[in-house]
């Protein structure tokens, strides 16, 4: 169909980096955010990316929310990637500037298409499963945090078709970094939850990064378990889960008996040293002083649990911890994980 105008609407960490990457790789592609100083340092000096194997500055396309409204083309694609408890506004907000034929790729963490067919429309959804890690910090700067060469988009349908636009989106993300198309989008939805279920919110209330919450002996059986929920949920609603991070579903429901139990934790400590300094983005919000996402991750496996009647009772534990933390009732602290740990037993 040719994606020959593009938007990025949510221009953090993940949306800055599609941007920046594919703005240098020649395509059309206009930023829009509300982060008001964000958008005018981007328009004055550039948008700058710090990777690990290199470091550039571009001159973007920068708009503010309120200045959309003015635009004259319409877009042929649109990278959403606000935060899920954005996603129904955003959506109704950018639909009236998608082309006939224009599509919207949730390029954001936990399930959302469920959220925005109704507004866009199931045929104009696509789902695009995140898998590269970023921070932003200050305005115009986005840090590129994973190793060069991981894995960082899978794109796909609802309908589970690889359909030519997928394939055309595959090679026009390729730039940003190693992308594929799938064609088991709820199993890689699921997949990314629950890697999402079982450390963002952990770092949050810890202050941990990614890679120290790994090393970090008294998260590991918190993180088996809730990865155990939520492939129960998945399952029994009858998703196929792809890897969580390279390791089988069945490894941690294995683990969640006692079964496997030390090499998993070699191999989920391994893999930990692989995700470089990277911050997750709940903890990122936490200290941005911002409304994390944990109702759409543990919250999502609890709600989805409830409904098929599997307990989530770790997952729920965390959504309760994550709230006292919002709240200000509790000090950020890896001494917070001892208030899961109550949790194994259960």
């Not at 980096?17 to 981007?42: C, K, P, Q, S």
């Not at 004055?44 to 690990?52: P, T």
């Not at 649109?78 to 129904?88: E, I, P, Q, R, T």
């Amino acid at each position: 169909m040719g994606f020959d105008k593009l938007a990025v609407l949510g221009v953090g960490a993940i949306g800055s980096t599609i941007g920046a990457y594919l703005t240098r790789a020649g395509r059309d592609v206009t930023l829009i955010d509300t982060w008001a100083a964000h958008v005018e340092e981007m328009r004055r000096s550039g948008l700058k990316v710090s990777a690990q194997d290199e470091e550039f500055t571009v001159g973007v396309k920068a708009v503010h929310l309120g200045e959309v409204c003015s635009l004259r083309e319409r877009f042929d694609a649109v990278f959403l990637a606000v935060k899920s408890y954005d996603s129904v506004w955003a959506a109704q907000f950018i639909e009236p500037y998608l082309a006939a034929g224009g599509v919207l790729v949730s390029a954001q963490n936990g399930i959302n298409e469920d959220l925005l067919a109704p507004v866009i429309g199931y045929s104009r959804t696509l789902g695009c499963v995140v898998t590269l890690g970023a921070g932003l910090y200050e305005p115009a700067h986005v840090l590129r945090t994973s190793v060069p060469g991981r894995p960082s988009f899978a794109l796909g349908e609802l309908n589970g078709m690889v359909t030519p636009r997928v394939q055309e989106l595959v090679t026009l993300l390729a730039p940003v970094g190693p992308t594929r198309a799938t064609a088991n989008l709820w199993g890689e939805r699921w997949a990314k939850l629950t890697v999402n279920s079982m450390g963002n919110a952990l770092a949050g209330i810890t202050g941990l990064s990614s890679a120290e919450l790994r090393a970090n002996p008294d998260a590991f059986a918190i993180t088996v378990r809730v990865a155990a929920e939520a492939v129960r949920v998945a399952e029994t609603l009858g998703v196929q889960v792809e890897p969580l991070g390279g390791i089988l579903p069945q490894a941690y429901l294995d683990a969640a008996r006692g079964v496997g139990l030390e090499a998993l934790r070699k191999t989920w400590a391994e893999r930990g040293r692989q995700l470089g300094s990277g911050r997750p983005s709940l903890l990122q919000d936490v200290m941005k002083g911002r409304r994390t996402e944990v109702e759409y991750l543990n919250g999502y496996v609890v709600r989805k649990g409830k409904g098929v009647g599997v307990p989530t009772p770790m997952n729920e534990a965390i959504v309760e911890v994550t709230k006292r933390l919002e709240a200000g009732e509790l000090a950020q602290a890896p001494a917070n994980l001892q208030l899961l740990s109550r949790h194994l037993s259960a």
